[in-house]
């Protein structure tokens, strides 16, 4: 059989991916932050596209009224000027008002500011942290350019908790000493403040800040030192067989545990609360809901006025004109796919909002199973199309704020032949862990019965996957006497 080239015409239906179509299913699925910095990053790069001023608007719709005219005209602004009667008059003039509280020395000129001003360390750009605190005490102590190192080499191979990472062989590695030298320095940097910083784990942690407070012949560090395993499960039973003390001396010294800080460092911790920011509002009017998008802090864009002037002038070569055509029609495209992705924003809530309108009007015991596919039939878009502008969005709502995936839950049967979705489940699991006896909690096996008796048949090992889900530790973690 021989090979050999040859050309044919053939007719094929196939989706292509454009450079276009795959700049819009981006933006489809990027939340609120990372779609404001793509639409910085496109101005940037794209000399067609510029963010409209807010004056901008005002300047280019003469007709407008302005801020002065939509007030109302019996409420007209103080200004300089009395109407009637011309500029107002010095005299008439408050001076306190504008004048600064000095010092009394005037050769230091300085203003004294108010009991309640914010301190100079409110504008510090980074807090802070567990190193910068560490670092300060060693100021204060007499040491030598090897320990000094020393010290600073273990303060450096810290975590996030406080615990340090590297062993007695890596400081002695490091710093070239014995290990002597090593484990006093070590204790040196396990003496400062906080208590229990630079243990190795948690058990080492808690005998630390028991030995600060001078409880090394207590109960509570002999369970620590000796029945960590037991005190984790809060078996106060058997660790009274084991000590040999009474279980209320047990539950005693467990409360003396509880009392101390097993993370030392996490007060110190220089991470940034991050606030979620929907991007979808529902609101409540007379008994209608309204959606509204939020596209506050979003640039508003649209095409440069000059660089379409200057297209229509002759004063360009070919090669000019053709690049600013090509920025033009990728400008035009941009902006056309950001309002597409907006439009479609809030044909998903809307389409939510017919199907879970029990779930907003009374709270998230009311949420109905749902799945993609009825919301993409709901509003004629694919699966895939919902799917991506589902995740990581989050809406507004009376009962709170909940990603739009939050909406979606399967479906389960209950004895009576009804449906009832999994979030509704998980939030029975969570109120009857709420309410039981935290001397005999509720295990996944009981849950399940009390489920059956309301009609939902919920097996165990599904109770168990959602009781992990919702963040509910296991039984024996949540016994207390």
């Known amino acids: 059989m021989g090979l050999e080239l040859r050309q044919q015409v053939k ?124 670092q300060w005490q060693l100021a204060h102590l007499d040491l030598d350019k090897q320990e000094l190192a020393i010290a600073y080499f273990i303060i450096g191979n810290l975590d996030g908790h406080g615990f340090m990472d590297a062993d007695i062989d890596d400081i002695c590695a490091y710093a070239d000493c014995t290990t002597e030298v090593a484990e006093q320095m070590l204790s040196l940097v396990q003496g400062l403040d906080p208590p229990g910083i630079a243990a190795r784990d948690i058990r080492e942690s808690l005998l630390l800040q028991l030995e600060r407070k001078g409880l090394t012949d207590s109960l509570a560090y002999e369970i620590v030192r000796d029945h960590m395993n037991l005190l984790e499960m809060r078996n106060f039973g058997l660790l009274a067989r084991k000590t040999g003390a009474p279980v209320r001396h047990v539950v005693t010294a467990v409360g003396v545990i509880a009392d101390l800080t097993p993370y030392p460092a996490n007060e110190f911790t220089n991470e940034q609360t991050c606030y979620i920011v929907p991007d979808v509002y529902v609101f409540k009017l007379d008994n209608e ?67 879970q309108r029990d779930f907003f009007e009374y709270g998230p015991g009311h949420l109905k199973p749902l799945i993609l596919r009825e919301v993409a039939e709901d509003i004629s878009m694919h699966e895939s199309t919902i799917s991506r502008v589902t995740s990581n969005k989050y809406a507004h709502t009376p009962q709170g704020i909940y990603e739009l995936k939050y909406f979606f839950s399967t479906a389960l049967t209950t004895i009576d032949g009804d449906v009832v979705s999994a979030e509704n489940i998980k939030n029975r699991i969570r109120q009857l862990v709420e309410h039981e006896n935290p001397a005999k909690p509720l295990s996944d096996n009981t849950i399940s019965e009390l489920l059956v008796k309301e009609n939902i048949k919920v097996a165990r090992r599904t109770v168990a996957k959602y009781r992990e889900q919702i963040g509910i530790l296991p039984v024996k973690f949540r016994r207390k006497k």
Do not use: C
């Open 289 to 355: 809901f309204i959606i509204r998008l939020n596209d506050e802090g979003l640039p508003n864009l649209r095409l440069s006025e000059e660089y379409l002037a200057l297209l229509k002038t002759k004063k360009l070569n070919s090669e000019s004109r053709g690049y600013i055509r090509e920025k033009r029609r990728s400008a035009q495209w941009f902006i056309n796919s950001i309002q597409q992705r907006q439009r479609t924003i809030y044909k998903v809530m809307e389409s939510l909002l017919k199907f």
């Open 11 to 134: 007719l094929v239906q196939k989706l292509v991916m454009t450079p276009q179509l795959r700049q819009a299913i981006k933006l489809l699925q990027l939340n609120r932050l990372e779609l404001t910095d793509a639409l910085r990053a496109e101005i940037e790069q794209n000399p067609l596209l510029e963010e409209v001023q807010p004056e901008a608007d005002l300047q280019s719709n003469p007709d407008a009224l302005s801020a002065t005219e939509a007030a109302d005209p019996l409420e007209a602004p103080v200004t300089g000027q009395v109407a009637g009667d011309g500029p107002a008059s010095l005299a008439e003039v408050d001076w306190n008002d504008y004048s600064n509280n000095f010092d009394n020395d005037l050769s230091f000129a300085r203003e004294t500011p108010p009991a309640d001003a914010p301190s100079q360390f409110d504008f510090i750009s980074k807090k802070p942290g567990i190193e910068s605190h560490l």
